[in-house]
């Protein structure tokens, strides 16, 4: 059974260019977060696709966007990128939430 | 709106003790609780999973208990050792399917 795969493993970016990140979920799972960490600081939810349909989103401007493809790979988009989204992107799948969640190793984005 | 809390923010000991970490949530709906690990720079490992009709899990020299009612858990960790030492999060997840996470506590377990 593989786990969660994030890549890639760090990034370094300009500000106001856009940016993918690439997330393949574990084996068996449907569900796919992404979550933002700021150094210092807990996880915050961005947002989650369920069977490629987004179905919760937190507190993240449009900016933000994503995709879930049919072998429930998923993809964070940043555009425009800013100084304060220079953070740790983590991905985390499930099969159904009350299993709990399975996470990647992370994408480190650094934006200068 | 649900928050999560955990004391203390950092905690150092030395190699051998047992120690308590501590979460609080204000909302008691939840599905379930989720303990992780997280080495520097790192991703998150789970550690133990609690469901809402549980009151305590164990796996190894961790045990972590479950009251949903006073919205409290906490996280034992059995004669500790240098290699425990990284940040512990504690993680909710009620109707929306959403993790929402503590601070975390950052442990450094002294040789």
């Known amino acids: 059974e593989t786990g969660v795969t994030q890549s890639p493993t760090h990034l370094i970016k300009t500000r106001g260019q856009q940016v993918t990140l690439r997330c393949s979920s574990q084996?068996?799972?449907?569900?796919v977060s992404w979550y933002q960490q700021a150094l210092g600081q807990g996880p915050q939810f961005i947002f989650q696709?369920?069977?490629?349909?987004?179905?919760g989103r937190g507190n993240f401007p449009p900016r933000f966007s994503g995709l879930q493809f049919p072998n429930y790979s998923s993809e964070l988009n940043v555009n425009a990128l800013e100084l304060d989204d220079s953070a740790l992107y983590l991905c985390?799948?499930?099969?159904?939430?009350?299993?709990?969640?399975?996470f990647g190793s992370g994408t480190r984005l650094t934006v200068v | 709106k649900q928050e999560v809390t955990q004391i203390p923010a950092a905690l150092s000991v030395p190699e051998g003790e047992n120690l308590v970490l501590n979460c609080s949530f204000t909302?008691?709906?939840?599905?379930?609780l989720q303990w992780f690990r997280q080495d520097p720079g790192k991703g998150l490992t789970s550690l133990l999973l609690?469901?809402?009709?549980?009151r305590e899990q164990t796996s190894g020299r961790l045990n972590a208990s479950l009251d949903k009612s006073s919205g409290r858990s906490t996280l034992y960790i059995a004669a500790s050792q240098p290699g425990d030492s990284a940040t512990y999060l504690c993680?909710?997840?009620?109707?929306?399917?959403?993790?929402?996470f503590g601070q975390g506590t950052t442990l450094q377990v002294k040789p």
């Open positions: 985390a799948s499930s099969f159904r939430d009350i299993y709990g969640y399975t």
């Open positions: 084996s068996g799972h449907n569900t």
């Open positions: 696709y369920y069977r490629e349909e987004e179905n």
């Open positions: 909302d008691s709906a939840i599905y379930n």
């Open positions: 609690i469901q809402s009709s549980q």
């Open positions: 993680a909710v997840t009620g109707n929306t399917g959403k993790l929402i």
